[in-house]
């Protein structure tokens, strides 16, 4: 296949064979060719058209939808994530998803691992965002042992809150289960912070966000984190949950390379303009796809994947696509430990593809196709 390499700008024609790449070399530009990237990894997708991985009834044909309904973004890999719920539906949920990635090769092949967020997270009201208080609930050191082995060993990140009783002894044990410890849906105070890095903490989840409304303007756990240089952080760029101002500030004082580009999409999103209503909770999508509560500014979960993620920040920190990439790509699968020629275009990678148009300031990519280890899933073959 032939297009315009994103990062280097250099025209290539890449052979396959099966599931990686078996050459790459450079050859003459000729017009209308795509730009070549390596697939997006999302490492935080709680589900999409109305299947999400913390619904009570999830099933292995749900997780095969949404592993499907992402090939249009140019997502090739993401980490379903689990969010606060009963003890029993994490464990059951944690175990289908493992039976989903044994049962079907290509939800293997999309899914690198899961990720749990909370349900060790702080009770109070703004840190707690959405999750049910109802669950929220002290760090467990057997509990994380039994997701693990529900999870057949692919629990690979966890998100909580290290200020709760017994938080950063499980900062220091998740390590040796394979899992990263990330700081999130916190109320830390800025020593609590430092405590939870110095223990082993590697990520603060979408920064930001899951905070309180008023903060001490100085010294408040959103500075710490975003100081401290042994944090990689997530940030939602959807042009919604963080204004332009702070992530063309998060961009600046993190540094591209310690900041990972997350979709963080949920139940909703995808679905055309309406309410929607799942138990007791109604949901509207507006009319230009962000989720919120009916009659209010009230976000309800994120509603874009991350084809506009990537053009928005890319727009509003006035950065190529070049410098952008990197961050559903590359970094992630650095954090998560993926073997070195993951996310890359060179012979011997995973052919995990998108080929995509761009032009600046438009509002998201144009995909063309994804290719997941070597298998058109979209437009599929």
Same mark, same amino acid.
């Given at each position: 296949?032939?297009?315009?390499?994103?990062?280097?700008?250099?025209?290539?024609?890449?052979?396959?064979?099966?599931?990686?790449?078996?050459?790459?070399?450079?050859?003459?530009?000729?017009?209308?060719?795509?730009?070549?990237?390596?697939?997006?990894?999302?490492?935080?997708?709680?589900?999409?058209?109305?299947?999400?991985?913390?619904?009570?009834?999830?099933?292995?044909?749900?997780?095969?939808?949404?592993?499907?309904?992402?090939?249009?973004?140019?997502?090739?890999?993401?980490?379903?994530?689990?969010?606060?719920?009963?003890?029993?539906?994490?464990?059951?949920?944690?175990?289908?998803?493992?039976?989903?990635?044994?049962?079907?090769?290509?939800?293997?092949?999309?899914?690198?691992?899961?990720?749990?967020?909370?349900?060790?997270?702080?009770?109070?009201?703004?840190?707690?965002?959405?999750?049910?208080?109802?669950?929220?609930?002290?760090?467990?050191?057997?509990?994380?042992?039994?997701?693990?082995?529900?999870?057949?060993?692919?629990?690979?990140?966890?998100?909580?809150?290290?200020?709760?009783?017994?938080?950063?002894?499980?900062?220091?044990?998740?390590?040796?289960?394979?899992?990263?410890?990330?700081?999130?849906?916190?109320?830390?105070?800025?020593?609590?912070?430092?405590?939870?890095?110095?223990?082993?903490?590697?990520?603060?989840?979408?920064?930001?966000?899951?905070?309180?409304?008023? @903060?001490?303007? *100085?010294? &408040?756990?959103?500075?710490?984190? %975003? #100081? +401290?240089?042994?944090?990689?952080? !997530?940030?939602?760029?959807?042009?919604?949950?963080?204004?332009?101002?702070?992530?063309?500030?998060?961009?600046?004082?993190?540094?591209?390379?310690?900041?990972?580009?997350?979709?963080?999409?949920?139940?909703?999103?995808?679905?055309?303009?309406?309410?929607?209503?799942?138990?007791?909770?109604?949901?509207?999508?507006?009319?230009?796809?962000?989720?919120?509560?009916?009659?209010?500014?009230?976000?309800?979960?994120?509603?874009?994947?991350?084809?506009?993620? @990537?053009?928005? *920040?890319? &727009?509003?920190?006035?950065?190529? %696509? #070049? +410098?952008?990439?990197?961050?559903? !790509?590359?970094?992630?699968?650095?954090?998560?430990?993926?073997?070195?020629?993951?996310?890359?275009?060179?012979?011997?990678?995973?052919?995990?593809?998108?080929?995509?148009?761009?032009?600046?300031?438009?509002?998201?990519?144009?995909?063309?196709?994804?290719?997941?280890?070597?298998?058109?899933?979209?437009?599929?073959?």
């Amino acid at each position: 296949m032939l297009g315009i390499d994103a990062e280097s700008g250099r025209a290539i024609e890449i052979e396959l064979d099966g599931g990686q790449i078996a050459s790459v070399r450079e050859t003459r530009a000729v017009p209308g060719l795509p730009l070549l990237a390596p697939g997006f990894l999302d490492i935080q997708v709680n589900g999409y058209l109305e299947a999400d991985y913390s619904l009570p009834d999830l099933g292995a044909e749900q997780v095969r939808a949404i592993v499907d309904s992402l090939g249009p973004s140019g997502t090739t890999q993401h980490l379903p994530t689990v969010i606060t719920s009963p003890r029993e539906r994490i464990l059951r949920n944690l175990g289908v998803i493992a039976d989903a990635v044994d049962r079907y090769p290509d939800v293997a092949a999309a899914v690198p691992g899961i990720h749990v967020e909370g349900p060790f997270i702080s009770p109070e009201n703004g840190p707690r965002g959405a999750h049910d208080p109802a669950f929220v609930r002290p760090p467990d050191l057997e509990e994380v042992r039994q997701w693990q082995e529900a999870a057949g060993g692919r629990l690979r990140l966890l998100t909580l809150a290290p200020e709760l009783d017994g938080a950063l002894e499980l900062i220091r044990a998740l390590p040796a289960l394979g899992v990263v410890p990330a700081i999130g849906h916190t109320a830390a105070s800025p020593g609590v912070i430092r405590k939870a890095v110095a223990a082993g903490a590697r990520l603060s989840t979408h920064l930001g966000n899951g905070s309180h409304v008023l @903060l001490p303007r *100085l010294r &408040n756990y959103l500075w710490e984190q %975003l #100081a +401290e240089d042994a944090l990689c952080a !997530t940030i939602i760029a959807d042009g919604y949950h963080l204004p332009d101002a702070v992530l063309r500030v998060f961009v600046r004082s993190k540094g591209l390379e310690r900041l990972i580009l997350i979709s963080d999409v949920a139940l909703y999103a995808g679905c055309p303009p309406g309410r929607y209503r799942r138990d007791d909770v109604e949901v509207e999508v507006f009319s230009d796809g962000h989720l919120g509560l009916p009659d209010s500014e009230i976000l309800a979960g994120a509603a874009f994947t991350l084809d506009r993620g @990537l053009a928005h *920040l890319a &727009n509003l920190a006035g950065l190529s %696509l #070049a +410098e952008v990439l990197p961050l559903c !790509t590359r970094n992630p699968a650095r954090l998560l430990g993926l073997p070195e020629l993951f996310a890359t275009l060179r012979p011997g990678a995973p052919a995990n593809l998108v080929l995509f148009d761009h032009r600046p300031g438009e509002p998201r990519l144009h995909v063309r196709r994804t290719i997941r280890e070597g298998v058109a899933v979209y437009p599929e073959d």
